[in-house]
């Protein structure tokens, strides 16, 4: 991923809940090569606020295969300045600078094959699963899909219309059961369930949604501890490993304790440049590659969206947080650098 920012006009504002908004983006014909999407990956928005340039990744909220616009829908963080001025602030016609579609999270439909896809969603992890369901109803033909969502109230569910219009036109292919920790007495939706995504309802869930075929993929976004605990239960069901994909999001994703580290000789193919810097202790790979005046990709620096991903070559790191990387990676040398601290007195890595 290359750090590449295009200024792209806001085409459309939709309110979805009282606190989502979706965000529509005219993409010129020159750059919709550069801005093709696979269901579920992100785009970054980049704001200036008090002169610091401040990034933060978005999940795209479509399919590429309907023709839709590329999209991301959005809910105010409390601490997030990028996510609040997108609620808030931005109107049609304004101009938002983006860098291009990127993420491993994502799902590759298979028109031949015939597969049992399972979605878990919580609150705004619905937005990569949506592009998901579509792309896969729209390209698997012999799929069967199966979403548990989970929210606070009725009123909070993102996409609650398209859903139902989605599950009514493919009845037989697609089945979407809800999860709310906060029901109204008040209101007529009715849920499967009342409380959370736990290790106990998804072992519930999965013995009332039996898969149809022995290709079996399951994909979870949510905040808090739910991806976790879903793919604990899935492991405890003996599901294979390489079956899980999972993204996270939102409060206390995976507790970032302080890691050790040393001074280091980096060496870094900087895209086919070597170039040669200094790393302090406690200071990050991505900060020091920063701090020599180089302009890395990254994005939510938190671990989560993999933007600042590199390839170590030798020596060592310690990694405070990686949601974005699975185990199998992490074990073939990938690293997130702005997590990324020296544990070796030299470095060899790549960015790709």
Known sequence: MRNIIYSLRVSEVISETKHAKTIRFDVPAE???????????????????????????????????????LQITVKPNPDGIVSKFLCTKVKAG??????????GFTLEPQKDQQRTLYFFAGGSGITPAIAMIEAALDKEPRAK??????????DDIIFKEQLEQLEEHFSSRLEVRHILSKPSMWSMFSPWKSGRITKDVTVEYLSECRPVAQNTQYFI????????????ALQNCDVPTDRIHAESFG????????????????????????IELEVAKGQSIMNAVRAAGLEP???????????CRAQIKSGAVNMQARMALEDSEVAKGAILTCQSYAKTAELSISFK
Not at 297 to 307: E, F, L, N, R, T
């Open 31 to 69: 750059l919709k090569e550069e801005f093709f999407w696979k269901p579920g990956q992100h785009i970054t928005i980049e704001l200036d606020v008090n002169g610091e340039k401040v990034r933060r990744p978005f999940t795209i909220s479509a399919a590429p295969s309907r023709g839709k616009a």
């Open 94 to 103: 304004q101009r938002l600078d983006v860098m291009p579609p990127f993420g």
């Open 145 to 154: 899909l199966f979403l548990l969502y989970a929210n606070r109230t009725a």
């Open 221 to 232: 976004c949510g905040p808090g501890t739910m991806n976790a605990d879903v793919r604990k």
């Open 251 to 274: 409060g206390n994703l995976e507790t970032q304790k302080e890691v050790s580290s040393v001074p280091a000789l980096l060496k870094l193919d900087y895209y086919g440049e070597a």
């Open 297 to 307: 990709p990254y994005s939510c620096q938190s671990g989560i969206c993999g933007a």
